[in-house]
């Protein structure tokens, strides 16, 4: 290795986080922190109790989880016991948060269990009392076991409030309370929420104790920086994304594009799948020795590569004038980052394009963008088969038209004079196109990329009886073809102590559907009505039935009413 490559997320070692949590960083291809980790790591190893403004996506889970891990070490021999509880709003996101846990503290042997409903108690159960280190869950079932007393957080030493403020929305205020009460008062508390309205700055002045506040994304950007640059954002799940951005290179037909990844191992692999779909891409990180680095960005310079994957530490200081257009993989983790990577293009004058592709989840951090540029991102679908076809047909088009105005036609025309015997000449030439289109570069793909709508704005407080809204039309969405929605019926309701979250709880859980796709709710006095996609209600009923609400198994069936 040369000595010139920057050492692998030195960032995170300068931060003062134990080697081995370093070694796990490095070896995810993490090069150095987002802004978050910066800013919430040290006061965190410090102790501090931290409050923390962050949505999904800007590395907020490392910014909490790494700080937790180092503070937790558990001398030889002694047993193991709760000693971080970490709460979050959905079934998910527990899932997601304890493998992310689970990943960042492997080298130190920590156990990390998700607890949330849906899930068998007694399966919970067995593997609280094998012992675990850190909890992940869900504030419902938490409760419920704090309840029974199977949960013991007498030992807990952190505490995490993730997505606050979509735990409150949820319905969950009075459940997380009840588990804050019974968490021993010396620890260490830190919330994190993507808004901070008053009802979250309450809950802060009330539990944690002289927070230090975070915030990423207040910034403002000097006037006159903006550079002339299309942006643009597409909607797309994460397993699609590599046939997006396929696409959106085929419509844009870049002269030279850089496509900007969060971590090394993702900029190796999509510099893969991108070479064997045919575009001949380079791969720019901080592993690369000085000479390798060297070769890719003069073979870059130079037109003999004209896709570059690199990560924002490669890009740094890179020596390259001007590129036409920058794809953002993932929503950067940042505003500042963002205006980073987007002021390769759009220099000296020209045009630039800025191409972000974001997961439906990472929609508020296009928001975020947009409010420290003061530009506009423009969201739009992602081209389809036929738009890649339409716009083929215009180069072909405009290649016959070039070929007319160059002439040496003579040797064709003579075909084109035979065939004309037989032949229609509209037709004949109509074929002539055709040929001449299928045979233009440009991989033919049929690959279905489904088109996703951007979530609806922040929504306000839900009224009573909760209204959750539904996603924005899903014009193409593959759920709701048309959007019908339909209400099911459950014999369970208010004189049973339920509330909108318990529902909206056991369907996502119990159906494995996604929150957002719950319609209103009313829960009358004997039983609830809750609006569901037609698509999904026989697979929810289905999955509903022999489920436990509020310790009932209630009557579950489609509501005749409607
Ligand atoms: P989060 O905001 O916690 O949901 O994280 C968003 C994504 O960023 C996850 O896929 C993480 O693995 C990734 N990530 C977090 N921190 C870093 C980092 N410092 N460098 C690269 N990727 C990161």
Redesign the pocket.
Known sequence: MDQDAPPAADGFSSLGLDPALVGA?TS???????AI?REAIPPLLAGRDVLGQ??????????FALPLLHRIGRAPGEPRAIRALILVPTRELAMQVAE?VHRYGRALDVRVLPIYGGQSLQQQLRALQRGVDVVVATPGRALDHLGRGTLNLGSVAAVVLDEADEMLDMGFAEELEAILAALPDERQTALFSATMPRRILEIAKRHLRDAVRVTIANEKVAAGEAPRVREIAYIVQRRHKPAALARVLDMEAPTSVIVFC??RIEVDELTETLGGRGYGAEALHGGLSQEQRDRVLRRFREGASDILVATDVAARGLDIEHVSHVVNF?VP?SPDAYVHRIGRTGRAGREGVAITLAEAREHRLLRNIEQHTKRKISIESVPTVHDLRARRLELTRAALEEALASGGLEPYRRVVESLAEEHDVLDLAAAAVKLADAARDGADDEEEIPAIAAPPPPRAMPARPARFERPAAAAASTRQPNGDVVRIYIGVGRSAGVRPADLVGAIANEARISSRDIGAIDVADRFSLVEVPAAGATAIITALRGATIRGKKPTVRLDRGK
């Open positions: 960083l995810l291809g993490y090069e150095e922190p987002t980790q962050a949505a999904t996506g800007t590395g907020k889970t490392a910014a992310a969060r971590t993932d983790s």
